[in-house]
Structures are given as C-alpha cells and as structure tokens.
C-alpha cells in the first residue's frame, strides 16, 4: 500500500530528538526552531515528560469516557490555576480543529444560531465546520462549504459593525494569526470584539492553538488585551507532542449529558502528557523564558539586514524576506541544518521551544546573516 500523497516531504528523516534539537537517520543534528508546526513546547524528549508517559503506560493507557478518569480533574485543575481560568470548564479531545469544531457547536447549541464570524487570512483546521472558518478556498471541499461564515478583515471595526446582525453564534478568531504569517489582531479590536459579542449575545471563541500554551509569555496571547472570551481552543504545546486538544468553556454555560463527546479525547496518557507539560513550564519557568527569549530573539533580528516587518510576541515571531531572498528557508535548513517554518508568500515563520536559549538564538542568528549578506 502506498500512502495517499498530500505532504511534501524534505528528505530528512529524523530518529532523534532532545531539547531544540533533531538527529537524522545519517547522525546530522539540526536545530529545530519550528516544533513541528508549534507543538514543542517544552523541548522535545523531556525526561519529566518521558517518565510520566512511561509510568502511565505502565499502568492504563485506555479506557473510555464512562469510568471515572481522575487524571482529568487533575488536569483541570492544574490548567485552571495555570492559565488564569479557574472558573471555566475544560473538555478535551484530540486535535486543534476538533477543538475548535466543539467550540462551534457549544456556541451553535447556546446561542441557536449557526453564523459564524471569521477573519481574513484565518486558519482553523480542516473538519468540516473548522475548515469553513478558514480562509483559503483551496481546501474548502463543496462538502464543508454549505457551513454560515462570513470573513472580515481583521482590526477593522467598521467592517464588523456594518456586518454583524442577529443570525450571528459566534466570532472566532486567533490569538495570533498563525498559518496566515503571524498577523496581530490589535489589543483594541479585540476588546472591541469582546464588547459587540457581549452587546450582541454572540459568544468570542479565541483559537490559541498555535499562540496559546505559553508561546506569548503569557499562558493566551489574548491576555494582553485582557479579554476573557466565552470560548478558548487550545491543542499543539498541550501535549509536546502527544495528541491532543481541549477547549476552555465559560463557567455560565451548562453541560448537558451527551452535549460533547469523544472516544480517544481525555484518555490517559493524554493526561498524564498534558499534566507532564504544565509541571515542565512552572518548573523550569518557560513562560518568563518565552518572553525574555522572545525579546533577545527579536533584538537580533532587528539588526540583521534584509529582514522585513518583523512582528510577534514571546517566541510566535514571523518577519518577511524580499522576493529574491524566498530560498532562504530551504538553505536554512539544507546549509545551516535548521528549521524554521513559513507562510506564504515570504515569511519565514519561528515557533521554537519555550526552553529555547541565547546560544540556540546566536546560531540561528549567525545563519541567518550569512543568507542575507
Ligand atoms: C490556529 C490554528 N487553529 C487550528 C489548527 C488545527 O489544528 P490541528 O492540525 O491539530 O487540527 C491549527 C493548526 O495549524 C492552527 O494553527
């Protein structure tokens, strides 16, 4: 059997990893400053992290959502403290776009209503509802595209003002706009999204899946503006790795049995793996570490030649190269064996451990200024 062919694939194999870094198959090291699309967060192969999985392992790694499962409340619990919403509800699942896919749902059964609100340049996964809130026709199927959505353009008041009316469940939108080139939504608009949805009985969902979990140097990229939306999805640095996704629910919405549900989502390694991460980021402090990383990361670039709008918070950091300058990421990581990420058309984007240090920066630095001599 072949396996149906929707990657493309760089022709590194990695068998190896630790911290900010990845060994291939031929023994080559590579600094990894991506996390494989930002779900590193606290360094790949933590021993912390290696030992709970395997002690969990050891003991269940399996039953179903109808038996007791104490690892949840301990996660709940644990999350609540850490990330400021000790008065929400946690559900959990397994993916970002299966998180954000609930949230919907939850704000479609609160509210019912089915328009959804998105922005410009958004990217929300790929299940039917998630990727009807994407903006990018390319992988919308005509299967997903009978959902209601309209797109705005994000920061413009105006725009949201003239077309929000009464159908409308709810406004989803990024912390950071993360596959759409690391975009800031301004602190302003989003308060001024946090009003209208009050004003209007819409429900504010912030995906955080990519600029959640301590990326920022606060736990959500959306606590800079202080706004506490009724709805938060998270997934990627959740786990480090371990698949899984959650979605933080508004203390004033009512469960009702059988209102969410999902086999694998909340089994007990995702506990334990979830549990193993928020314990690694208090620990070792990784959220001061984003930010002061983030800043010196940022300092750097500043002075590198070549580097256009550059833009971030903590360790979400994208910047744009000139046009002549696009096969700077393929020589980054052929050359100077490290990895980055992307978005089109010529942004290079950064999603690198919070464990990163100054030295892991200096190389990338020093890399960096030589492409762009
Ligand atoms: C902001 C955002 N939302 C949702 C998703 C979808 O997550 P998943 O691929 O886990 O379904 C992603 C993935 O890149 C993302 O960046």
């Keep these: 059997m072949r396996l149906f062919d929707v990657y493309t694939l760089f022709n590194i194999t990695p068998v190896k990893a630790k911290g900010s870094w990845l060994w ?16 590193i967060s606290i360094g790949h192969s933590h021993p912390h992290y290696i030992q709970a999985l ?35 509800q946690l559900f959990l699942c397994n993916s970002g776009a299966e998180a954000n896919e609930n949230a919907m749902k939850v704000a479609s059964f609160v509210t019912g209503r089915k328009k959804i609100v998105a922005f410009k340049k958004s ?61 800031l939504p301004e602190d302003s608009f989003l308060v001024f999204l946090e009003q209208q949805c ?26 800079y503006a202080g706004i506490r939306p009724h709805l938060i999805t998270m997934a990627k640095g959740m786990g480090n790795g371990f698949p899984v996704g959650g979605v933080l629910i508004h203390g004033d919405i009512k469960p009702w049995p059988g209102m969410l549900g999902t086999t694998f989502g909340g089994n007990y390694l995702a506990g334990a793996a979830c549990l193993a991460v928020l314990e690694v980021m ?7 570490n984003a930010t002061q990383m983030g800043a010196y990361l940022m300092a750097e670039l500043i002075g590198v030649a070549g580097v256009q709008k550059l833009r971030g918070r903590g360790l979400i950091i994208g910047f744009d190269l000139a046009d002549e300058k696009k096969h700077v990421r393929n020589n980054l990581l052929l050359e100077h064996k490290i990895f980055v990420g992307e978005a089109k058309p010529n942004t290079i984007r950064l999603l690198p451990s919070l464990a990163l240090n100054k030295n892991e920066i200096d190389i990338f630095i020093a890399a960096l200024k030589k492409e762009l001599l």
Excluded: C, W
């Design 24 to 39: 291939d198959i031929s023994g080559q090291k590579y600094l990894d400053l991506y996390g494989g699309h930002a779900v």
């Design 54 to 88: 395997t002690d969990q392992l050891n003991k269940i790694s399996f039953y179903s959502n109808s038996v007791q499962n104490p690892l949840q409340e301990q996660l709940a619990e644990k999350l609540g403290q850490f990330s400021g919403y000790p008065d929400y």
């Design 123 to 183: 990217f929300h996964g790929r299940t039917s509802g998630a990727v009807a809130v994407t903006d990018n026709p390319k992988i919308v199927a005509s299967f997903n595209a009978g959902h209601d959505v309209i797109f705005l353009p994000m920061n413009d008041e105006q725009a949201f003002l003239e077309a929000v009316d009464e159908d409308v469940a709810a406004v989803i939108i990024e912390g950071i706009q993360g596959v759409g080139g690391i975009q």
């Design 198 to 223: 009050q004003k209007n009985n819409i429900l504010l969902i912030l995906d955080e899946i990519q600029s959640g979990y301590g990326r920022t140097g606060k736990f959500f990229a959306h606590q």
């Design 282 to 288: 208090e620990s070792e402090n990784l959220l001061p």
